[in-house]
């Protein structure tokens, strides 16, 4: 039916996926999930909940492996890395912690509320979904803001910053010094000779192996992301656990609860500080909403989402708040402070010995899973964003028909360039920063649609109903965290000197200013100026995909 979406019961094809529904699941509770919710579009290009769907390896995720997407989404982004940096922007152990559970209280209040919205829509694409449902207008608008965003910064932050940090822990533990280039080089994956440094052929694959598998093997890729994912949390239980051991007393940590006497001490009073460390904190956490992006993956994906999401992220934060303890038991503030970027390594080195940081530290480097956000390109391309080379390639599930290899190489090309190019001491905590801005400004206007759809349509059927004073206080600490940077910090220069403390924030604004002025000259200016008007068409494309297309219709 043009111009209405139709959410046409798919209870068949959920069957032929699934098989018979699961016991103490009533029957008419799953039809009703696909049931008709809105009678308007959810994205520009028009596409049915079927049209969306279609292509790929279809509906093969379940509960598990959705929880362990999440899992492994989250874990190894940070924890290994940020909470020397964070401690260093907020100056004191008890400021840290209280950034931690404010972070896992924040995740939990923005997981509640995608859950509201990817229950109502349970399409993949995340926020993009959720933009197009609020603001229809002007049309395309959100979609080429968020599509600017998506492109620009489509790096794995977590993934280009964690596989530099933990090759240079790789180099230590192969009694090899760790320099800029090697730990460059061995990120990326390939063979680099680095005669200088005596550092010979070095032979392995991290970004390059991972999109291979991913593009080529897709089902070995999701065992290899699961089993990977029980192994972090088997880790970070290690970290824990030991944690434990060392508050106990029983081992040769001299006062292991010298951190947590005065915890306070030298805590910053800057809004700016401890809006910046915040950044890193949701960094850390970021990933507890990827079942949003692959929701077209994912088996009786209404249910799936209301287990796995909670279910993930609780399992995180528990672990996240327990490891920094462990971490401040076995080290001083100073040695925290000036580990840099590995403070695991710390860990190790101070409990166990120089041998034991070189074993265990390459079993923390082991990382796997890619970011769910590669479906954006998909995505943006299926709605009719003109795109270089045709939006055909990079919808397409080219060449094998089952795997977004064209998502996949834009993804890999740009954390590329990011691993290279920059200087990486001061480029890191820029790239954190400069990321989570951009995206805090996308979330502020999903909270708010939010409260819009409420108020507008609250006949609305909604699977999952987010408690409203939890959305109230993620949008009013959405609003502190876009205004805070732009507060003077305590020391004058923030924590990337020589950058001005507010430029990630300007950087920011501008990649989303990029988003309106494309807009304008795809929608407005070309148009008016060559005398044409888009009009859209879909097409099939050989791998069962559907995309939204444009042709230019002269006008007389």
Request: hydrophobic letters at 50%.
């Amino acid at each position: 039916m043009p111009g209405t979406l139709q959410w046409m019961s798919i209870r068949k094809k959920l069957d032929s996926d699934e098989g018979i529904p699961e016991q103490g699941v009533d029957e008419d509770e799953v039809v009703q999930e696909v049931e008709p919710v809105l009678d308007t579009p959810v994205g520009p290009g028009g596409l049915t909940f079927d049209e969306d769907a279609a292509g790929g390896l279809g509906r093969h995720l379940g509960i598990v492996s959705c929880t362990l997407l999440i899992v492994g989404n989250v874990i190894g982004t940070g924890i290994f890395s940020t909470p020397s940096s964070i401690l260093s922007g907020v100056g004191s152990i008890g400021a840290s912690l209280m950034l931690w559970v404010l972070g896992f209280l924040l995740s939990f209040c923005g997981l509640f509320i995608w859950l509201e919205f990817g229950t109502m829509f349970p399409r993949s694409g995340g926020e993009k979904v959720y933009l197009e449902a609020v603001y229809h207008r002007p049309k395309y608008l959100a979609t080429v803001i968020f599509a600017a965003n998506s492109i620009l910064l489509n790096f794995d932050a977590s993934g280009c910053i964690v596989s530099v940090c933990w090759t240079c822990i790789i180099l230590v533990s192969a009694g090899r010094v760790a320099t800029t280039w090697s730990e460059r080089g061995i990120a990326v994956g390939g063979t680099f000779r680095l005669v200088k440094h005596r550092i010979s052929q070095m032979d392995t694959l991290v970004i390059v192996f991972v999109v291979l598998i991913h593009g080529f093997a897709p089902r070995i890729g999701v065992y290899i992301m699961n089993f990977l994912a029980v192994f972090k949390i088997v880790i970070l239980l290690f970290v824990v656990i030991t944690g434990w051991v060392v508050l106990s007393g029983k081992s040769h940590i001299v006062d292991p609860g010298a951190n947590f006497n005065n915890a306070f001490a030298g805590s910053s009073h800057s809004g700016s500080d401890y809006a910046t460390a915040m950044f890193k904190v949701l960094f850390t956490y970021s990933g507890w909403s990827s079942i949003n992006y692959v929701l077209n993956n994912v088996k009786n994906p209404i249910r799936t989402l209301k287990i796995a999401g909670p279910l993930g992220l609780a399992i995180c934060a528990t672990l996240y708040i327990l490891a920094n303890i462990a971490y401040f038991s076995a080290a001083t503030k100073a040695e925290i402070e000036s580990s840099g970027v590995t403070v695991a390594a710390l860990f190790f080195r101070n409990v166990f010995g120089t041998a034991a940081e070189r074993a265990l530290s390459v079993f923390v480097a082991l990382r796997f899973d890619l970011s769910a956000r590669i479906h954006f390109t998909i995505e943006l391309a299926k709605e009719g964003i003109p795109l270089p080379f045709g939006n055909r390639f990079w919808a397409s599930n080219w060449p094998t028909g089952k795997s977004p290899i064209p998502g996949l190489l834009i993804h890999f090309t740009v954390s590329v360039i990011v691993i290279l190019a920059p200087p990486m001491n001061i480029a890191y905590p820029f790239i954190l920063d400069v990321e989570g801005y951009p995206a805090q400004i996308i979330y502020l206007f999903v909270v708010m649609g939010l409260f819009w759809m409420r108020w507008k349509r609250p006949g609305v059927h909604r699977p999952f109903k987010v408690w409203w004073p939890l959305a109230m206080f993620y949008l009013a600490a959405a609003v502190f965290l876009i205004i805070a940077p732009f507060l003077p910090p305590t020391n004058g220069v923030g924590d990337t000197p020589p950058l001005p403390y507010y430029l990630y924030c300007l950087v920011g604004i501008g990649v989303l200013l990029v988003g309106v002025v494309y807009w304008a000259g795809w929608r407005i200016v070309l148009p008016k100026v060559l005398g044409y008007e888009l009009e859209p068409h879909k097409e099939t494309l050989k791998d069962g995909t559907v995309v939204t297309l444009f042709a230019r219709k002269k006008v007389s």
